[in-house]
């Protein structure tokens, strides 16, 4: 079982940078393709980023692309999401996901969640 726990969540100014942390427990952390995930209020959960289980591949959401990179330490058993340029609209609570699939952006193929961190962004 893997459980992710998110972490570095916070206030932020609009066009600032912020790095979330996703870790999880467990032997077989390596075995998993992570995605990230976010929800803002009144809004369906979005997909994000997602990154294979060596870390060579990663991808993307429209929104995000060129602003946001996902990476992974196997070593750490944890990924990161690095948010640059923030704007308004990223404002949400970002929940982190394994799943056995290659890659998946879509919530029901991940199997374990995270409780998510918030992040705001001010204008």
């Known amino acids: 079982q893997v459980q992710p726990v998110e972490s570095g969540g916070g206030l932020v100014q609009a066009g600032g940078s912020l790095r979330l942390s996703c870790t999880a427990s467990?032997?077989?952390?390596?075995?998993?393709?992570m995605g990230w995930f976010r929800q803002a209020p009144g809004k369906e959960r979005e997909f994000v980023a997602t990154?294979?289980?060596?870390?060579?591949?990663?991808y993307y959401a429209d929104s995000v692309k060129g602003r946001f990179t996902m990476s992974r330490d196997n070593a750490k058993n944890t990924v990161y999401l690095q948010m640059n340029s923030l704007k308004l609209e990223d404002a949400a609570v970002y929940f982190c996901a394994t799943t056995f699939r290659d890659w998946a952006s879509t919530p029901i193929l991940y199997d374990y969640w995270g409780q998510g961190t918030q992040v705001t962004v001010a204008a």
């Open positions: 467990g032997r077989t952390f390596s075995n998993y393709a």
């Open positions: 990154i294979t289980t060596n870390g060579d591949s990663t």
